[in-house]
């Protein structure tokens, strides 16, 4: 049978019952296999900013849309998400109490990947342009015969540990076969733009405290300060400072919600200088002020996974 046709609906919503079952609650939790994370809500919420790490992440029912700058995509059923640059985006979910959104997510280990391309050699595909950090690729049946492999060894611990991260190497390799070719390649090399605009989001990252220039960016990725602004709008749908602000506000909410800081205090951890300027950049951003987010994390109504807030 081809990998490339459309997959039975029944066979996929037992494999979501089943992973459904695994989920101890609504959210995003740690599985069992080192790396991977379940999905599963129950309730749709409106777009919301969220800071996505390189991962897969594979939707068994429900969906999810997601909006980068003007760039639009879907994952769902018959699409996985690769995202293999840690980009700023808002997502929408689509879910309800008869219909839970159910799927799971995988991280994507640069190193691991590196060495699978190595073991491939010569049968490793062909770097192509690799475009946004962000694509829905087509999910295969030969790809979801790998999920659900996966999902067979989540209710044995030693299954999970030792047998679990051989599965999520397979996964990867399947991935390399399909549409999420350019995007991982781009990922695993040391060379080209997306690697160098890749390494400055790394030290992006680490100071992103300080007040760093454009001008000193485009010298870490060895670029003329036009080339850097093109290359990382086409990886990134944003500008260098647009994203430093964007990181800077994401932080500041997990301060403020795990940490249990003060606004002001937050704001100026994460670099600002003008605690009302703060206020008012967050608002616009999250749609909440920080006091309106912090009681409705109190109250329950967000939960915190993997360095995002989510509404549930």
Avoid at 68 to 94: G, K, V
Avoid at 113 to 135: F, H, N, S, Y
Avoid at 278 to 288: H, T, W
Wanted: proline share 7%; glycine share 6%.
């Amino acid at each position: 049978m081809s990998t490339n046709q459309p997959i039975a609906a029944t066979h996929q919503s037992a494999l979501a019952s089943r992973l459904a079952a695994l989920a101890p609650h609504p959210g995003i939790t740690a599985a069992p296999v080192p790396g991977v994370h379940l999905i599963y809500t129950t309730e749709h919420h409106d777009r919301i900013p969220v800071l996505y790490r390189p991962r897969m992440i594979i939707i068994l029912q429900g969906h999810k849309v997601g909006y980068l700058s003007d760039f639009t995509f879907r994952y769902d059923p018959e699409h996985y998400l690769m995202m293999t640059l840690p980009l700023p985006c808002e997502c929408e979910c689509f879910a309800s109490p008869e219909f839970p959104l159910v799927g799971l997510s995988v991280e994507i280990d640069v190193a691991a990947l590196q060495a699978l391309l190595l073991e491939m050699g010569d049968a490793a595909p062909t770097p192509a342009e690799p475009g946004r950090g962000v694509v829905s690729v087509p999910l295969s049946e030969t790809m979801l015969c790998a999920v659900e492999r996966l999902i067979d060894v989540m209710d044995k611990p030693l299954h999970a540990r030792v047998l679990g991260p051989q599965i999520v190497r397979e996964i990867l390799f399947h991935a390399l076969h399909e549409g999420g070719a350019p995007a991982l390649l781009a990922m695993a090399s040391r060379h080209g733009q997306v690697s160098q605009i890749a390494r400055v989001l790394r030290i992006m990252e680490q100071r992103f405290t300080e007040n760093l220039t454009v001008e000193e960016l485009a010298r870490e990725a060895n670029m003329s300060v036009s080339a850097f602004h093109h290359h990382f709008k086409a990886a990134t749908a944003t500008s260098p400072l647009q994203y430093i602000k964007t990181l800077r506000l994401h932080r500041a909410r997990l301060m403020m919600l795990h940490d249990g800081l003060k606004a002001g205090v937050a704001a100026d951890k994460v670099g600002y200088e003008s605690g009302s300027q703060f206020s008012r950049e967050y608002k616009r951003f999250f749609g909440n002020t920080p006091s309106e987010h912090a009681a409705r994390f109190r109250s329950g109504q967000l939960r915190i996974v993997e360095g995002m807030t989510c509404a549930h």
